[in-house]
């Protein structure tokens, strides 16, 4: 394993091992890395035609791939979980035998994720569904420490994409995070951003005691109707397949699959 120190070293290493039929599940530019190879987080590793990028997050790596064979295992001999995803357009391009491969290389299913999406004009806004309730934007040091705690404590460890405070701060700055209050109490937040005129539901939590009383859909539907700057104003998600409840919740505001999905796979430690 080879930390990338420049970014001239990386744009050589997807020069060499990205070409026509590789198949990856990385779709950044290499700029995009760049601040990962300051911080000494980005390292790889090669075994004849393939390549492996390893993004190390402290308790786990982060694993994008490059595969020009599949007859050639990659060796990760690294003492923490490795996680990584394979993103893929419908069930039917189901890609199997990468699967296999990386099951061949010790990766165990985690967890898979579909896409939905939605336009303004298509979306249904169900009823006002609980009382005691007050929607805001987080703005205290208060209310970000609670995002943070919440947001932890909610998501899935490997690919919920946890937020750092800092990253949170940034989020506060740009009123990117909604806040429930809850007969006065901090009761959940929905985090989300625009990328390329979409607007992305990032995050969503409720606390556990506060579950049930519709705090979800009316963060949902702050987040829908702040964002919503013309007819065909654009939203996106991700959502775990078997997460049955936040898949009915976004089908009744009019979300639909968006026939794209992503497979995490996660090998333990060596």
């Given at each position: 394993?080879?930390?990338?120190?420049?970014?001239?070293?990386l744009n050589e290493l997807m020069e060499c091992f990205f070409i026509k039929g590789?198949?990856?599940?990385?779709?950044?530019?290499?700029?995009a890395f760049y601040k990962y190879m300051e911080n000494n987080t980005l390292s790889y590793v090669f075994c004849g035609k393939n390549l492996v990028l390893l993004l190390d997050k402290t308790d786990f790596c982060q694993l994008y791939f490059y595969l020009n064979d599949l007859s050639t295992g990659v060796d990760l001999s690294i003492d923490k979980p490795v996680v990584m995803e394979i993103l893929y357009r419908g069930e039917k391009n189901k890609p199997?035998?990468?699967i296999k491969y990386w099951s061949e290389q010790g990766f165990n299913h985690h967890l898979l994720r579909d896409n939905m999406v939605a336009s303004f004009d298509s979306l249904s806004l169900p009823p006002v569904s609980t009382s005691n309730l007050v929607l805001d934007y987080v703005s205290s040091s208060e209310e970000a420490l609670f995002t943070e705690k919440?947001?932890?404590?909610?998501?899935?460890?490997?690919?919920?994409?946890?937020?750092?405070?800092?990253?949170?701060?940034?989020?506060?700055?740009?009123?990117n995070i909604s806040i429930a209050m809850y007969n006065n109490e901090m009761a959940g937040v929905l985090q989300f951003e625009i990328r390329n005129k979409i607007?992305?539901?990032?995050?969503?939590?409720?606390?556990?005691?506060?579950r049930g009383k519709g705090i979800a859909n009316e963060l949902i539907r702050k987040y829908i109707l702040d964002n919503n700057t013309e007819s065909n104003t654009k939203y996106q998600l991700w959502v775990i397949r078997d997460n049955?409840?936040?898949?009915?919740?976004?089908?009744?505001?009019?979300?639909?699959?968006?026939?794209?999905?992503?497979?995490?796979?996660?090998?333990?430690?060596?």
């Open positions: 394993m080879t930390y990338i120190k420049q970014l001239k070293e590789t198949l990856t599940n990385c779709f950044f530019l290499a700029d199997l035998d990468l919440l947001l932890s404590n909610s998501l899935d460890f490997y690919t919920g994409d946890l937020l750092s405070i800092d990253e949170i701060y940034h989020f506060v700055t740009n009123r607007v992305w539901l990032s995050h969503i939590a409720v606390v556990e005691k506060y049955i409840p936040a898949v009915k919740l976004y089908r009744k505001f009019g979300f639909i699959n968006g026939n794209k999905s992503t497979l995490a796979m996660l090998k333990n430690r060596s």
